[in-house]
Nanobody, 117 residues
């Protein structure tokens, strides 16, 4: 089984930055598309960013130019650098891993990001 452990959430002022980290355990990291999904209070989950094993990336429109997703195959880690944070970025952020072979998806427990305006 895949285990994902997020870290790096917290409280930040609007305009500030945070970097989320996600450690991947249990399977071959290079066989998974990694992503970040967030859920704000009272709102549906939305995919914030994804990165393939070949480093292709995709972003939700509202975070383009502010967030950067990256991965380190040597450390089995994925990161989300969040800059110019806004109050509307406040949410629980989940790390996800999607198997290229089976499409099975795994989720971490989430880390809370709170942006004060």
């Amino acid at each position: 089984q895949v285990q994902l452990v997020e870290s790096g959430g917290g409280l930040v002022q609007a305009g500030g930055s945070l970097r989320l980290s996600c450690a991947f355990f249990g399977r071959t990291f290079a066989e998974f598309i990694m992503g970040w999904v967030r859920q704000a209070p009272g709102k549906e989950r939305e995919v914030v960013a994804r990165i393939t094993p070949g480093y292709s990336t995709a972003y939700e429109d509202s975070v383009k130019g502010r967030f950067t997703v990256s991965r380190d195959h040597a450390k089995n880690m994925v990161y989300l650098q969040m800059n110019s944070l806004k109050a509307e970025d406040t949410a629980v952020y989940y790390c996800t891993a999607t198997s290229l072979s089976s499409s099975m998806e795994y989720w971490g427990e989430g880390t809370l990001v709170t942006v004060s305006s």
